[in-house]
């Protein structure tokens, strides 16, 4: 929110005075920020981006606005402020079984537990025998790019036999999609199931369906999509509009992709070339490109995520007992690193990465790479140290 108010104001004082870093001290710079709109988009789009902006991050729901009763937070910004990662105080605990049969919790108000209650309601606890994950908030950025990359571009980096034999085996997250949900016109399906991206497990399968979830398991709000209340089960008139739904969704389909800093200096240049050659890019995949889009900001464009949304398999380490979809216990979704130097501004000025954030710095989430990622994570251990400098400048610099 703040880069919106602040930068128009930064863009007429670079048009008046035409020295814009010198006149503006005060304007963080655009590279420093996540929570802006895509560059190119319509005076139209640019209008839809604002509205879900405000729903995003301005609307925060009470009892009188259909809270609950039973929630983790009251908007969805509480978590994803400034579209940044957030902080162990924001994440959110997930409980289900180690099989991959389906969260057999489901009626026992699985699989996200809501640990807060409007006054006269308890609060959700975890059932007994369940397992459960603990999951920070990722950032929001980028993701409309994401969302368009064809299921086919994703299937080609898949290896989920490693017939290649390289220790790496990504494979798809193959879910069902909810009623509510029509495949896109790409689809692979297998068996009736498609595709997810979405997620630290990949069980979403677009922006629509995670935006759905977040309103009514985040935050008690029923929709059309899911009206389903949180806490009875019983079928509730819709709490949020259908429009405001699709606002939220354009907003985080138009955030724009994190802007990458220091890119001439010789450390950021040797050190991805040292990402490709111990195979980091193998799981965290430089770059992809979107599909046609009616968002023509979105259409056809290259872009640089650093991930292939494929599940791996961590190891015992990273593994926490909690299954979604058909992703195993030990397996996630190879985050995005775009953005991963600005991890730190909205997580009170320390990182917290991995997926439940046990990582204070990059290296502890690098040398915390088992399973699959082993190989990487020796060739990393086998580095120089001036190497290793070299591989976390490149990586600040996202
Ligand atoms: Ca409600
Ligand atoms: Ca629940
Ligand atoms: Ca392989």
Redesign the pocket.
């Known amino acids: 929110m703040q880069s919106l108010k602040v930068i128009p104001i930064t863009l007429f004082a670079c048009f008046l005075l035409a020295a814009c870093e010198k006149t503006a001290p005060l304007a963080p710079e655009e590279s420093a920020l996540l929570d802006g709109p895509l560059e190119g988009l319509t005076p139209e789009e640019n209008q839809r981006f604002l509205n879900g902006d405000i729903a995003f991050n301005d609307e925060i729901f009470t009892a009188a606005t259909g809270l609950g009763p039973v929630f983790v937070a009251t908007s969805c910004g509480t978590c994803h402020a400034g579209d940044g990662k957030g902080h162990p105080f924001t994440s959110l605990t997930r409980f289900g079984q180690r099989d991959e049969t389906g969260n057999q919790f489901l009626h026992l108000g699985g699989p996200q537990l809501q640990h807060r209650a409007l006054p006269g309601f308890a609060p959700e606890q975890l059932p007994a025998g369940a397992t459960f994950s603990k999951l920070l908030p990722p950032a929001n950025t980028g993701l409309g790019f994401l969302e368009l990359v064809p299921d086919a571009a994703l299937l080609a980096l898949a290896?989920p036999d490693?017939?290649?034999?390289?220790?790496?085996?990504?494979r798809p997250n193959w879910v069902a999609l909810p009623n509510y949900l029509s495949p896109r016109s790409d689809a692979v399906s297998q068996d009736g199931k498609y595709i997810g991206r979405f997620g630290k497990k990949a069980a979403v399968y677009d922006l629509l369906q995670q935006t759905v979830n977040a309103y009514n398991q985040d935050i008690g709000i029923t929709s059309t999509f899911e009206p389903f209340d949180a806490y009875s089960g019983e079928t509730m008139d819709p709490e949020v509009s259908n429009q405001t739904i699709h606002d939220v969704v354009f907003y985080l389909r138009t955030l724009k992709a994190p802007i990458p800093r220091e890119v001439d200096r010789t450390e950021v240049s040797t050190g991805k070339t040292l990402f490709e050659q111990i195979g980091c890019a193998?799981c965290h995949v430089p770059t992809l490109q979107t599909g046609p889009s009616t968002i023509a900001a979105l259409s056809g464009r290259v872009f640089f995520p650093y991930t292939d949304l494929l599940l791996h398999d961590m190891g015992p380490g990273l593994d926490d007992g909690y299954t979604e979809g058909s992703a195993t216990t030990s397996e996630w979704r190879t985050p995005p690193l775009w953005g991963l130097g600005l991890s730190k501004n909205s997580q009170g000025g320390q990182y917290f990465l991995l997926h439940d954030g046990r990582a204070h710095s990059i290296e502890a989430a690098i040398l915390l790479h088992g399973g699959e990622g082993s190989q990487s994570r020796e060739a990393y251990e086998q580095l120089t140290e001036q190497e290793k400098n070299q591989l976390i400048t490149f990586l600040e610099s996202l």
């Open positions: 290896d490693d017939l290649d034999e390289d220790g790496i085996s990504g193998k």
